[in-house]
């Protein structure tokens, strides 16, 4: 198998400017202290194949096995006060056709630290709402490919890409940045998401890997 390209911000923020404004204080300060666990996640996917239908698969599970949780999470902590408009935001019903569209089901879901406050969940959906601009990019590749299976296999990759649901994301997220205490709690939300999407990622990387060896 051919090296995979880096994923390039499955999970990202993007330089968008919103309104008259481009990058924010606490939009700077997210990419700041979440560079690190990013660079991680982005290492950890690119080690999936999207170019097969297993690589896909797999890729397709592992998110699975992150943004359930997650999503659950902060559903439960309240994130419909939030973000009122969170049933349009929630993306785990297309993973799920996905994955049956490709003969699997959700990967074991890992553990996932409770946003602890209204700060860490916006912090946690920051994570989730920012992997869209990344979604797309990989939306071009799958599309790209010969193989019909992987292209009728795509509501994850396109929900919500042409909704605006980014920028009303960062405008809501604003109302939470003020002050230090909230900065870090916002952080230190989405350091926790951005740690279950790496151990999802990591968990099903031997899978990968076994099917590459056997020459499937």
Request: glycine letters at 8%.
């Amino acid at each position: 198998m051919s090296t995979p390209p880096r994923l390039t911000s499955m999970l990202e923020d993007s330089d968008t400017p919103i309104g008259n404004g481009f990058m924010t204080p606490v939009r700077e300060n997210l990419r700041r202290t979440t560079a690190a666990c990013h660079d991680r996640v982005d290492a950890a996917f690119s080690a999936f194949d999207l170019a097969t239908p297993h690589g896909y698969a797999a890729f397709l599970a592992a998110q699975s096995a992150a943004l359930i949780p997650v999503e659950q999470a902060i559903e439960a902590a309240g994130i419909d006060d939030i973000l009122p408009d969170w049933r349009e935001r929630t993306r785990r019903s297309a993973l799920w056709r996905d994955l049956a569209s490709l003969g699997r089901i959700p990967a074991p879901s890992v553990a996932v630290v409770p946003p602890d406050g209204p700060a860490a969940m916006i912090g946690m959906a920051y994570v989730l709402e920012g992997s869209r601009h990344g979604a797309a990019v990989l939306l071009r590749r799958v599309m790209a490919r010969p193989d019909p299976t992987l292209r009728t296999a795509t509501d994850f990759l396109r929900h919500g890409v042409r909704g605006g649901l980014w920028d009303s994301f960062v405008i809501r997220l604003e109302t939470f940045s003020h002050g230090e205490v909230n900065l870090a709690r916002i952080s230190g939300g989405a350091v926790a998401a951005f740690a279950a999407f790496e151990r999802a990622a990591t968990d099903r990387q031997p899978e990968e890997a076994d099917h590459v060896a056997s020459g499937h």
